[in-house]
Each structure stands twice: as structure tokens, then as C-alpha cells.
């Protein structure tokens, strides 16, 4: 599975930005595609995930309310529309592809920042 993003950028608190992912290849294995984000100096940080199936997501608790993932099957594509940024959004995004056996593949991160 090879991932491609798009999206990020700069942007002032308060405002948006939205992100998308497009998995080609192998895709009939993903089970869940998302995104993981990391700061400088920080850890990995998870964001959210959607299951490719149910469309379900699964927010983390820094975003959860603010950002909203949605997918579309039909170009195994996912979207991550992000609102109320705050500076501590400010981090390299990555999208995920999940298996069954957790994940599979990253693609390149993309960077978002948030001015305050």
C-alpha cells in the first residue's frame, strides 16, 4: 500500500485546515486508515482513525470535538477536516493505513502549523 497526503500548511488560532490521504496498491487489506501527529520534542501522538468498513471513528482526546475524519471508499481516500486549531496543534502529520495486525504503512508526513 503506498499512501499519498495532501493538505496542511500554516494557519492562524482559531481557523482550519484539512488534510487527505490516498492509499493505492494492496488496499483491500486495510482494516482502519488515520492519522498519527508528532511536535518537536514530543512523542507520537495519536489523532484519530476511521474503520474502513463501519466509517466509524476514533478520536483522540486533544481533538475529539474539533476534528472530524470521514472517508471515501470509492477512491480509498480518507479526509481529516481540522477546526479551532490551537499552537499545540502545530505538529508533522502522518497517515496510517491499519491491518489486522495493527499498522501497516505510513505515508509522509505533512506539516500543519498553527499561530498564535
Known amino acids: 500500500v503506498q499512501l499519498q497526503a495532501f493538505g496542511g500548511g500554516l494557519v492562524q488560532a482559531g481557523g482550519s485546515l484539512s488534510l487527505s490521504c490516498a492509499a493505492s496498491?494492496?488496499?483491500?487489506?486495510?482494516?482502519?486508515m488515520g492519522w498519527f501527529r508528532q511536535a518537536p520534542g514530543k512523542e507520537r501522538e495519536f489523532v484519530v482513525s476511521i474503520n474502513w468498513n463501519a466509517g466509524s471513528p476514533n478520536y483522540g482526546d486533544s481533538v475529539e470535538g474539533r476534528f472530524t475524519i470521514s472517508r471515501d471508499n470509492a477512491k480509498n481516500t480518507v479526509y481529516l477536516q481540522m477546526n479551532s486549531l490551537k499552537p499545540e496543534d502545530t505538529a508533522v502529520y502522518s497517515c496510517?493505513?491499519?491491518?489486522?495486525?495493527?499498522?501497516?504503512?505510513w505515508g509522509q508526513g505533512t506539516q500543519v502549523t498553527v499561530s498564535s
Open positions: 496498491g494492496r488496499t483491500s487489506s486495510i482494516t482502519n
Open positions: 496510517v493505513t491499519y491491518s489486522r495486525s495493527g499498522i501497516a504503512h
